[in-house]
Nanobody, 115 residues
Framework: QEQLVESGGGSVQPGGSLRLSCAAS????????MGWYRQPLGKQRELVAT???????NYADFAKGRFTISRDNAKNTVDLEMKSLKPEDTAVYYC?????????WGQGTQVTVSS
């Protein structure tokens, strides 16, 4: 059974950094586009960043210059390095794996940015 499990969330002060990691299991995800999405409380889920099977990255405007997505196909992992965090980055962050007709989601990890 395919599964995505996020880790690395937590609380951090404004200006701080966090690294989220997503471990995929149950299938080979090297052919999937992997991504991170987030959902602030009371708001819709939004794209943060994606990385294709070939390593091409795409970032939301708010993530450009602050967040970096990476993947390790051998380990079936995708990471999100977040720097210069702001209170508005507070959200539940979800890992996503997407291929034609198939999408998987992780259970989410909370990121809270507060002083």
């Amino acid at each position: 059974q395919e599964q995505l499990v996020e880790s690395g969330g937590g609380s951090v002060q404004p200006g701080g950094s966090l690294r989220l990691s997503c471990a995929a299991s149950g299938s080979t995800f090297s052919g999937y586009t992997m991504g991170w999405y987030r959902q602030p409380l009371g708001k819709q889920r939004e794209l943060v960043a994606t990385i294709s099977s070939g390593g091409r990255t795409n970032y939301a405007d708010f993530a450009k210059g602050r967040f970096t997505i990476s993947r390790d196909n051998a380990k079936n992992t995708v990471d999100l390095e977040m720097k210069s965090l702001k209170p508005e980055d507070t959200a539940v962050y979800y890992c996503n794996a997407f291929a034609a007709f198939t999408t998987y989601w992780g259970q989410g990890t909370q990121v809270t940015v507060s002083s």
